[in-house]
């Protein structure tokens, strides 16, 4: 896969003015393009036009690449087009919030979502309904007999089930089928926010009369090699069909006369303004180069490699990972690792690990911080201390771990990289004296500023 992805070669200064391959183990965060949907956007760029309603020839072409590429993410899915509909948005949080806001749900009736979630699959429907929460197990999987009791709890009263793909902290793999077929027993339908399971596994919305149908999935492109800003959400045609857009104007609509408005088709009514028509290419070229790689072999080789990282880190004594532990196991997640170096904030292990190893990792509580909180098993004083200072703008004693993430095209010696890091801070081999800054809680190296004007000089 690393000659399919783009900038890999790439060298990245350190604080001592050396230059090494950078190493980016944040693909959770977002991944890099792919070679071929650069490529392709190179390509468009010369015809790129408007979509719809341009007679000219690159208008027509622009719409007929723009339609195709909302088939495209349909096969990605496995979403029979003619009962489901493919709408672009700009990202997965969007995707989730649209859904929120076109759901129409009955006084009395519940979300269910569950403990384990991204922020943007919890507080859009916090915003909106009485939200409902599955717990996590002590080593962060979801509570399958709490899910059964909230569903049968709730009985007729479920408006929707929104559950993550995998999570963007443990990368714990949901039963999202079995989760399906649970929620039509219980007369509610199921989201599966698929923004991390995507670029990992092969997603199959089976068909709509499948008991394990999945009735709605949300896709972020920035997290599958085509980061041109746009996510999908994929759902049933009639869902979307019923009443209007949660955003109107140019491009919604069929008709209008001073006093009537008569919705455009699907996806058009869902989409207002001018879409993104390189960001829905972008996303197709990435779906159907994943594809035609193999979602089963990018599945085992990540396997593979977190069950690589596994054993590294679980050999030293000063790591303490969260969520699984064991190799074995590797299969049961994607490649998502949490840890944090006993002993050392995770904010200056991050920043050394990319002043000081050209490698990129992310720390923190990853948009999730119930979830983490809960795997930090922070007793309630630890929290509120947190808490109150965070909310009186300071960030220094913020909670969090470490998190490593791969992609389809990170490699062992990319883990050895940051094991090697790892290595060094333990035994205070790094050169930096890092201080913290309280408004953010990151750490920077004294003495130092980036110098981007060879980087990014004659580009912005
Ligand atoms: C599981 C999960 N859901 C949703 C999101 C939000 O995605 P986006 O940034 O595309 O809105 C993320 C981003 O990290 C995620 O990991």
Redesign the pocket.
């Known amino acids: 896969m690393r000659d399919c992805i783009y900038g890999l070669d790439r060298q990245v200064p350190l604080i001592d003015g050396s230059l090494v391959r950078y190493v980016n183990l944040d693909n959770?965060?977002s991944t890099p393009p792919m070679v071929q949907v650069v490529k392709t956007l190179n390509e468009m760029a010369s015809y790129y036009s408007s979509v719809h309603r341009g007679t000219g020839f690159k208008s027509r072409l622009c719409t007929e690449a723009y339609d195709r590429a909302h088939d495209i993410i349909a096969e990605f899915v496995g979403a029979n087009i003619r009962t489901n509909t493919v709408i672009f948005v700009k990202?997965?949080?969007?995707a989730i919030n649209k859904l929120s806001h076109r759901l129409s749900i009955p006084d009395g009736h519940v979300i269910i979502t569950t403990r384990l979630e991204?922020h943007?699959?919890d507080l859009p429907w916090r915003d909106h309904f009485r939200t409902l929460h599955v717990k996590a197990t002590p080593d962060g999987r979801l509570d399958e007999d709490h899910f059964d009791q909230l569903l049968e709890e709730n009985h007729g009263r479920v408006g929707l089930v929104a559950v993550?793909g995998a999570?963007?902290v443990t990368g714990f793999i949901q039963p999202i089928h079995r989760l399906a077929r649970k929620a039509h027993e219980a007369g509610t339908r199921i989201l599966i926010?698929a923004?991390?399971l995507a670029p990992h596994r092969q997603i199959d919305m089976k068909p709509d009369d499948d008991s394990e149908h999945l009735d709605f999935i949300a896709l972020?492109g920035?997290?599958m090699y085509a980061p041109y800003g746009t996510?999908a959400l994929i759902g049933p045609r009639s869902f979307f069909l019923e009443g209007g857009p949660d955003y109107s104007g140019g491009g919604t609509v069929h008709v209008v006369t001073p006093d009537e408005v008569h919705w455009a088709e699907l996806p058009d009514r869902d989409e207002a303004g001018s879409p993104n028509v390189m960001g829905a290419i972008a996303m197709a070229v990435a779906a159907k180069t994943l594809m035609n790689k193999g979602m089963d072999c990018i599945a085992e080789h990540e396997r593979i490699l977190t069950a690589y990282a596994l054993e590294k880190l679980g050999s030293m004594p000063y790591i303490k990972i969260y969520g699984e532990t064991d190799p074995a196991r590797a299969h049961e997640k994607v490649g998502v690792i949490p840890f944090n170096l006993i002993g050392t904030d995770h904010a200056l292990m991050a920043a050394i690990a990319g002043y000081e190893g050209g490698i990129g990792v992310r720390n923190g509580c990853f948009?999730a911080h119930p979830y983490v909180v809960d795997l930090l098993q922070l007793p309630p004083e630890a929290i509120e201390k947190w808490r109150s200072q965070f909310l009186a703008g300071d960030k220094s004693a913020m909670p969090g771990m470490v998190r490593m993430s791969f992609g389809c095209y990170s490699t062992t010696e990319d883990v050895d990289r940051l094991v090697e890091m790892l290595e060094r801070i333990e035994r205070g081999d790094y050169s930096g004296t890092y201080r913290q800054i309280p408004k953010t809680g990151e750490f920077i190296p004294e003495g130092y500023t980036d110098d981007f004007s060879s980087w990014l000089g004659a580009l912005i």
């Open positions: 959770a965060a990202n997965a949080t969007e991204h943007s699959n993550t999570s963007n926010d923004a991390q972020a920035h997290k996510g948009c």
